[in-house]
């Protein structure tokens, strides 16, 4: 019997038929830079993988990074308003989101990421990396607090997180 100061063990995630084994890969959609994460194949940790420039290449560039990593699925940051409402910003990650769907062979899922960039600013500040040194490293940063939060809500209920990108 388990003392009283014990917690009950929490019920493991037994997955679902959905969530096959694969690598996730998160984008932060930048108008000069993609920044790209990665999981690993279990789905359990988030970390850096490149930062891209934004040009006639890039969706070529990330269907080479699906190819390399076998990636089950591609979770790309939607900026939303603090309102939770669609502006510019994000209306240029959905026609993003929409061109990579059509030129990759593997799900798009939109995921919010509200503050993503803000988050991994101050988590690169906490590190000692100044402003002008974490340029290069800010878009990866975003992606991983988007991938990590994808991940987060896959391990909770099991299912993909955000909505998926239909072409």
């Known amino acids: 019997m ?3 100061r014990s917690k009950p063990p929490l019920p493991r995630w037994q997955g679902s038929p959905e969530l096959e084994r694969g690598t996730r890969l998160a984008i932060d959609v930048g108008s000069v830079r993609v920044g790209v994460a990665r999981s690993d194949p279990d789905g359990i940790l988030a970390v850096p993988e490149v930062t891209l420039a934004r040009d006639s290449l890039t969706m070529q560039r990330i269907g080479a990074l ?7 699925i591609v979770y790309v940051g939607l900026p939303l ?6 502006g510019t910003a994000g209306a240029l990650a959905e026609e993003f989101a929409a061109a990579l769907a059509r030129s990759i062979a593997v799900p798009v899922h939109l995921v919010d990421e509200r503050l993503s960039t803000v988050s991994a600013q101050r ?4 590190a000692g990396k100044s402003t002008r040194e974490s340029r290069a490293y800010v878009d990866q940063a975003a992606a991983v607090v988007i991938l990590d939060a994808a991940l987060a809500r896959e391990r909770a209920d099991g ?3 955000g909505r998926a990108v239909t072409v």
């Open 66 to 72: 699906v190819e390399e990593h076998s990636a089950a």
């Open 123 to 126: 988590s690169l500040q906490a």
């Open 159 to 161: 299912t993909r997180a």
């Open 81 to 86: 308003g603090l309102d939770g409402q669609v």
């Open 2 to 4: 388990p003392s009283p």
